[in-house]
């Protein structure tokens, strides 16, 4: 039984992870149509820019800042201005593939300027065990539970409480009332690609230590943020973190209780059922269509 | 399209094919065998790009397809079995996995159904790798044998590629014959508008299985080459990636278009060999040129073809439009 | 005589709002009965129910004196009953010509022989003749996309008989056209209907068309039927002047 709470654990802690990813992914969508093959690399990269900042010498806060900084210029407003905004008008597909091509671009980079080798992290939250009524339970999965909690709560507080919070849902669910009422809806959608730029650091910096810096660990954390929204509801902030848990927990029990092989089958059955039976997603509302 | 233009273009394909048959005469055995893989992945490319190019169905299980197609010709093959043989299997076994995999497009569309066939995707990857009693797991399969066909042998990398390029022309013909046909009007139709489509009596739900299930038929020929092509199979090369390989292809190339799977397949296999100069840093230009071109021209690089010719036919017209009126001003 | 068209207590309600509230009447054949009412009288809402788009609530379709309630559109249509839409629905990449020839192709021969057959599904010429028809000639192998507003309202209505249909829906298909063209497809269909002795529905809100284009009118209001009967009688009703023409 206590075998099952552990998994239970790890398991939301990866998932609070996989939910921070799949919320800036659902954001993207929202505000601006994009489907971003690449969110699993967008993860990858901050670490690895951290990591850079380090060999330069600096201490690890310092590297961690800077490291939020740069990926909130690259991943954020380049990838906006440089990628985003010129293919916009065009259409759902070819934005996409851009993205796709986006994923070998960057998984290509880090192997030439970096290494083709994992790289060890150091973590943000203290490692080792802690005992909860009489049960050991990792601190990092602790750890990292708690800083990607605040991180959501933060993030849904902005948009539900704040005056500014409003504007970007505005801005994302109706542009053109939105830009009526005064909505500044271009700085809004600017604005949900920098959170997505600062969520994907911060997930950067909470997987890494858990799995190394490696170039090709985003196709993983890509796919799993990719299932966590859509099994949540691709068009809300709330269903991604539910998903995003979900998926971390069915992850984790199916690690330890369907054969290792066919493991990663199991969320991918969960996807099609949840695809096929209840599109919107599990928290999700039916997107309007029209005839 | 005036006639002068018309010649031309047969003229310049009569040249290519030319090209493509005499040229790789003397080339090196690396050579051979990238241009056969080009071969094998523009017919792949094909398939696809009927399913989301002519029909309108994002499919991110292509990929899945040729694993299917180098699984069956690999197992079987290496059983014994002639090449054509497995071909036959093979043809029949994607129809119906295809077809299968049709249904989720009846219900859910767009981003949906990518996520489903993306799904898919990585469901045949974990079985090409686990079931190692069929597949070998990822220790794979080797020394896959190459045909004989009309009793020459193709054990050369020459003749293969021939095999390769025979194919292509086959099945390029084929496609070309479905397109023109009503059924490619009717896939059409179903792209630009599926509730229109209905409404003239088209069945949008049997042409949509349809799509599925010969785009995925072409995958299987692909990977029916592929296996002894490479003559070795393993699990790596059908993972999702090939998948988003196929579908850049597709979109590079220029989505809806007859010859885009062949200039796609191009930019994804020749060019990172062009680039090779590069050395380690071929992939990532790589990925530069296919982001720039699609910032430049999303339609692909038919598109901007297709542009240049319907702007001149534009500006033709309203030349015809302006003559007639200055006729109809001085009669008047 | 059974009619071509016979519709019998139809009800479509979505959650709580009635959209068709219990609406009959029949139609025969040769007739071109035209269906007026304001904005959100349920006349687009009845159209779809006839056509398989939205399944009835209540009530029946007859074709022909067969019950076709909740048929697939696309069975429907190779059943005989044809349509255009409110807002213009031609295929724009393909030719006029191939937009014509798509709109008759399902109507003959199997799946296979659409796929082993002539590419042209042997329609070139019948395809040719609707476009001399509707005097599309010069443009028949331009895409459609090209044409102007009008010339493709004029090809939309085109495609509707291609197929050789019994009932033919046409919903507003004066919308925005400009007044030339709209003499011309009021010639046309007026012409078809009595060549080829088509029964068509009409939803129009140009009432000029309307009462000059029709044999009888009805008209809906609230998704109930509030007056059917000959254009004169109709103009002189006045339940419908308050509640319609009045204003």
Same mark, same amino acid.
């Given at each position: 039984m206590s075998n099952l709470l552990d998994l239970i654990v790890a398991g939301l802690a990866t998932g609070a992870i996989y939910a921070l990813v799949a919320v800036g992914f659902t954001l993207l969508w929202q505000t601006s149509q994009t489907i971003n093959f690449a969110q699993g690399e967008f993860v990858m990269l901050p670490a690895f820019l951290m990591l850079a900042v380090m060999h330069l010498g600096a201490p690890f806060w310092l590297a961690v800042l800077v490291g939020v900084l740069l990926s909130t210029l690259l991943l954020g407003l380049a990838f906006k201005m440089l990628l985003v905004d010129p293919m916009l008008r065009h259409g759902v597909l070819p934005l996409a593939i851009a993205t796709m091509a986006l994923a070998i671009g960057i998984k290509e980079a880090v192997k030439q300027f970096f290494s083709a080798e994992a790289s060890p992290f150091p973590s943000i939250v203290p490692v080792g065990d802690v005992s909860i009524l009489g049960r050991a339970i990792s601190l990092q999965s602790l750890g990292v539970l708690a800083v990607a909690i605040l991180a959501v709560v933060g993030l849904t507080t902005l948009l539900n409480r704040t005056s500014l919070g409003h504007q970007m849902q505005a801005a994302a669910q109706n542009p053109t009332v939105a830009r009526i009422i005064g909505v500044p809806v271009e700085r809004m959608i600017l604005l949900t690609f920098l959170i997505n730029a600062v969520l994907v650091a911060l997930a950067s910096l909470l997987i890494t230590p858990i799995y190394l810096a490696k170039f090709s660990s985003g196709e993983v954390l890509g796919q799993a943020a990719f299932i966590a929204a859509i099994v949540g509801g691709f068009n809300q902030v709330r269903g991604a973190i539910a998903g995003g848990l979900l998926i971390g927990v069915v992850d984790n029990l199916a690690a330890a209780y369907v054969s290792t092989q066919y493991r990663a089958a199991v969320p991918m059955v969960l996807l099609i059922l949840v695809i096929l039976f209840r599109p919107q997603g599990l928290l999700g509302r039916a997107e309007e269509r029209t005839v | 399209m005036s006639k002068n233009s018309r010649l031309l273009l047969a003229a310049l394909a009569v040249v290519v094919i030319a090209g493509l048959i005499v040229i790789p005469m003397n080339f090196n055995r690396y050579g051979l065998y990238i241009l056969s893989q080009w071969a094998v992945m523009t017919i792949a490319a094909m398939g696809l790009n009927l399913t989301l190019g002519y029909a309108g169905q994002v499919s *991110?299980?292509? +990929?899945?397809?040729?694993?299917?197609?180098? =699984?069956?010709?690999?197992?079987?093959?290496?059983?014994?079995?002639?090449?054509?043989?497995?071909?036959?299997?093979?043809?029949?076994?994607?129809?119906? &996995?295809?077809?299968?995999?049709? =249904? !989720?497009?009846?219900?859910?569309?767009?981003? =949906?159904?990518?996520?489903?066939?993306?799904?898919?995707? /990585?469901?045949?990857?974990?079985?090409?790798?686990?079931?190692?009693?069929?597949?070998? @797991?990822?220790?794979?399969?080797?020394?896959i044998p190459r045909p004989e066909i009309f009793g020459f042998p193709t054990r050369k990398p020459l003749p293969f590629y021939y095999l390769c390029l025979g194919s292509l022309a086959l099945v390029t013909l084929a496609m070309w014959w479905l397109i023109r046909s009503p059924w490619g009007r009717a896939f059409m139709a179903l792209r630009e508008n599926p509730i229109r489509a209905q409404s003239l009596g088209i069945d949008t739900r049997r042409y949509t299985l349809m799509a599925f299930a010969i785009g995925s038929v072409l995958g299987g020929?692909?990977?029916?080459?592929?296996? !002894? *092509?490479?003559? #070795?199979? $393993?699990?790596?090369?059908?993972?999702?990636?090939?998948?988003? $390989?196929?579908?850049?292809?597709?979109?590079? @190339?220029?989505? +809806?278009?007859?010859?885009?799977?062949?200039?796609?397949?191009?930019?994804?296999?020749?060019?990172?060999?062009?680039?090779? &100069?590069?050395?380690? =840093?071929?992939?990532?230009?790589?990925?530069?040129?296919?982001?720039?071109?699609?910032? #430049?021209?999303? /339609?692909?690089?038919? @598109?901007? *073809?297709?542009?240049?010719?319907?702007?001149?036919? /534009?500006q033709a017209a309203s030349a015809l439009r302006a003559a007639a009126q200055s006729k109809l001003e001085a009669a008047q | 005589m059974t009619a071509v068209l016979d519709v019998r207590d139809v009800k479509k309600s979505f959650g709580g709002i009635t959209a068709v509230d219990g609406v009959s009447f029949d139609v025969q054949e040769g007739e071109i009965l035209g269906l007026i009412g304001p904005n959100g009288c349920g006349k687009s809402t009845l159209f779809n129910c006839i056509l398989g788009q939205l399944v009835p609530s209540a009530g029946e379709v007859r074709v022909d004196g067969k019950l076709v309630t909740g048929q697939r559109p696309a069975e429907l249509n190779r059943l005989g009953v044809s349509r255009t839409f409110q807002l213009l629905q031609v295929f724009p990449k393909l030719s006029v010509r191939d937009n014509l020839i798509l709109a008759g192709q399902e109507h003959r021969g199997s799946m296979m022989s659409r796929l082993f057959g002539p590419s042209d599904a042997g329609l070139t010429e019948t395809a040719d003749q609707m476009i001399g028809f509707f005097k599309l000639e010069h443009l028949a192998d331009e895409p459609a996309g090209g044409l102007s507003y009008g010339q493709q309202k004029l090809l939309d209505a085109a495609m509707a008989f291609m197929g050789g249909p019994r009932l033919v829906l046409l919903d507003e298909p004066a919308g925005g056209v400009n007044p030339t063209m709209l003499g011309d497809l009021k010639e046309r269909l007026i012409a078809i209907n009595r060549e080829r002795r088509a029964t068509f529905v009409v939803i129009e809100h140009n009432m000029e068309f309307v009462m000059s284009l029709c044999s009888r009118v009805m008209v809906m209001a609230e998704g109930k039927v509030l007056a059917i009967g000959k254009p004169d009688e109709i103009r002189a009703n006045p339940a419908v002047v308050e509640a319609y023409l009045g204003h």
């Open positions: - | *991110l299980a292509q +990929g899945a397809f040729v694993g299917i197609g180098a =699984y069956g010709a690999a197992i079987l093959t290496s059983h014994g079995w002639p090449l054509i043989a497995a071909l036959g299997l093979v043809i029949v076994i994607c129809f119906i &996995v295809g077809w299968l995999l049709g =249904y !989720p497009a009846l219900r859910v569309q767009h981003h =949906y159904l990518a996520f489903v066939t993306l799904a898919f995707s /990585t469901l045949a990857f974990l079985v090409f790798r686990n079931e190692s009693w069929m597949t070998n @797991g990822i220790y794979g399969i080797s020394n020929i692909a990977g029916v080459l592929y296996a !002894p *092509l490479t003559q #070795y199979v $393993d699990p790596v090369p059908f993972n999702l990636q090939l998948s988003l $390989d196929l579908l850049m292809m597709v979109i590079v @190339g220029g989505a +809806g278009f007859m010859l885009g799977p062949f200039l796609g397949a191009m930019i994804a296999v020749l060019l990172p060999e062009w680039l090779r &100069v590069a050395e380690g =840093y071929y992939l990532m230009l790589y990925a530069l040129a296919v982001i720039a071109l699609l910032i #430049y021209s999303p /339609t692909g690089i038919l @598109g901007i *073809l297709d542009r240049y010719l319907s702007s001149r036919r /534009t | -």
